[in-house]
């Protein structure tokens, strides 16, 4: 995520790369080899008035302490997602950014995906009617890689990781009081963290939220599902590829014609096939750029605007995660706000 961060940097309008620090030998040889100033330590870089900002792209566990130098040494602070361990440990650096007045703000870089961008403008327009339901996942066969990720200690398992994403999202795209948590995690290759989850969210008007995460999954379900009262949209995967069906007129419901399903006959799951009571079209393309994170930070730190990714909704974030953490332990449904 550094050499990322890094390369995304280069391509925005002023601003420059000034250089890193990496406790590895070998990434710190191959810095050095593509030209890139490495610093002799964590406190040299800080000491560098050169330096404006701190980008803090590091396993979790580190991430507070990290933050919380930079802050005091005058930095404004990028931080990885998550952005802590959990919600303690973010208030610790909340507090000192309050008393630095320096900027901090978390990367959540998916809130630029396209596939989120155009599920959003589906809600929002409410192309579909009232939605009552949405369904965010990602699901991989590859397990959890061979890492920090692994590992308790360091902030592994696949809720903080990937987790982080779906929840923010999502309590961005219903902005109600979620009610209820309930998640559940898997261990199929790894005992000491999750290797997936299914978290359920009921908010305050009834809707229904379901993220999920998969690392033994060889066949995939899609990225996005969403259910409203005047359509339904599907999107399979990154590639965009899915399908809006909308309801344009009453019919074929009640009257269906039965169809033998196994062993017996349905009415009710007729599918709509020739009754023209529905539409179909193709997902549509909405283009984003993530370098539009990075100047969002420069305009907030010169006063220019409002910062996207605002703390308080990254502190929401991190109190649902330890609901669903508490979820599973307990193996009941947790009452949120």
């Not at 002799?40 to 330096?51: C, P, R, T």
């Not at 000192?96 to 959540?108: A, D, S, Y």
């Not at 870089?109 to 949405?134: I, P, S």
Request: proline share 3%; hydrophobic share 35%.
């Amino acid at each position: 995520m550094g050499s990322h961060h890094g390369r995304l940097i280069r391509t925005v309008e002023d601003m420059e790369f000034v250089g890193i620090y990496d406790i590895d030998p070998k990434r710190q040889s191959a810095a050095a080899e593509q030209g890139i100033h490495v610093y002799s330590s964590q406190e040299a870089l800080l000491q560098d008035e050169k330096v404006d900002i701190v980008i803090v792209a590091t396993p979790n566990h580190v991430h507070r302490d990290i933050s919380i130098a930079a802050l005091r040494a005058g930095k404004h602070v990028i931080c990885e997602k998550p952005v802590t361990n959990n919600s303690e440990e973010l208030r610790d650096i909340l507090e000192v950014q309050k008393e630095t007045g320096k900027l901090f703000v978390v990367g959540q870089n998916r809130r630029w995906d396209e596939d989120y961008l155009v599920m959003k403008k589906l809600y929002d327009e409410k192309q579909l009617g009232e939605v009552f339901n949405v369904e965010s996942r990602v699901h991989g066969s590859r397990g959890i890689p061979g890492d920090w990720r692994g590992k308790k200690e360091y902030g592994g398992g696949m809720l903080l990781d990937w987790g982080v994403h779906l929840v923010d999202r999502i309590l961005l795209m219903i902005p109600e009081k979620v009610k209820f948590v309930q998640c559940k995690f898997t261990h199929i290759t790894n005992e000491e963290v999750d290797d997936g989850f299914r978290l359920n969210l009921e908010f305050e008007s009834g809707r229904t939220a379901l993220c999920e995460v998969g690392t033994t999954h060889y066949i995939n379900l899609p990225l996005w599902y969403m259910n409203g009262t005047h359509g339904t949209a599907m999107i399979k995967d990154w590639s965009m590829e899915g399908k809006i069906v909308k309801l344009e007129r009453a019919g074929g419901g009640h009257d269906a014609t039965p169809i033998k399903a196994g062993a017996g006959l349905t009415k009710t799951m007729a599918p709509r096939v020739g009754d023209e009571t529905t539409s179909e079209e193709p997902i549509p393309r909405l283009p984003s750029d993530i370098r539009d994170f990075y100047r969002n930070v420069l305009d907030a730190i010169e006063g220019k605007a409002e910062i996207i990714v605002k703390n308080d909704e990254v502190m929401r974030v991190m109190k649902l995660l330890e609901a669903a953490f508490l979820s599973d332990e307990t193996n009941q449904i947790i009452r949120f706000e």
